[in-house]
């Protein structure tokens, strides 16, 4: 598919405080996405974080991969510039030999 979905929870392992959702196409989540989100969590709200969109339905994963890491290095993803071209060869580095 071409549309994927990240959900960051901030907070404890029982109190998440925040949901910061990326979404690859969507600026705000349909209802119903919106929904499963927020049951998922259990909370009552979710925030829209917007990120790149990505061109063609095979880099999905290549994305999620990128915008994880991207988080967990504690980058501003709205703010992030993904090379499409290259992101795919960048990631062989993580194939076992």
Same mark, same amino acid.
Do not use: P
């Given at each position: 598919?071409?549309?994927?979905?990240? *959900? %960051? /929870?901030?907070? &404890?392992? @029982?109190?998440?405080?925040?949901? !910061?959702?990326?979404?690859?196409? #969507?600026? +705000? /989540?349909?209802?119903?996405? *919106? $929904?499963?989100?927020?049951?998922? #969590?259990?909370? @009552?709200?979710?925030? !829209?974080? $917007?990120?790149? =969109?990505?061109?063609? &339905?095979?880099? +999905?994963?290549? #994305?999620?991969? /990128?915008? +994880? =890491?991207?988080? %967990?290095?504690?980058?501003?993803?709205? %703010?992030?510039?993904? &090379? !499409? @071209?290259?992101?795919?060869?960048? %990631?062989? +580095? #993580?194939? /076992? $030999?």
């Amino acid at each position: 598919g071409h549309h994927w979905i990240v *959900a %960051l /929870a901030i907070g &404890s392992e @029982n109190n998440v405080e925040v949901v !910061q959702v990326y979404d690859s196409i #969507f600026c +705000c /989540a349909d209802d119903d996405t *919106a $929904k499963v989100i927020n049951n998922l #969590f259990n909370v @009552n709200t979710n925030t !829209q974080i $917007k990120v790149m =969109t990505m061109h063609g &339905s095979v880099d +999905c994963g290549v #994305f999620v991969i /990128a915008v +994880c =890491t991207s988080l %967990l290095h504690g980058l501003d993803v709205s %703010l992030v510039y993904f &090379s !499409q @071209n290259e992101m795919r060869q960048h %990631l062989f +580095c #993580f194939t /076992a $030999k």
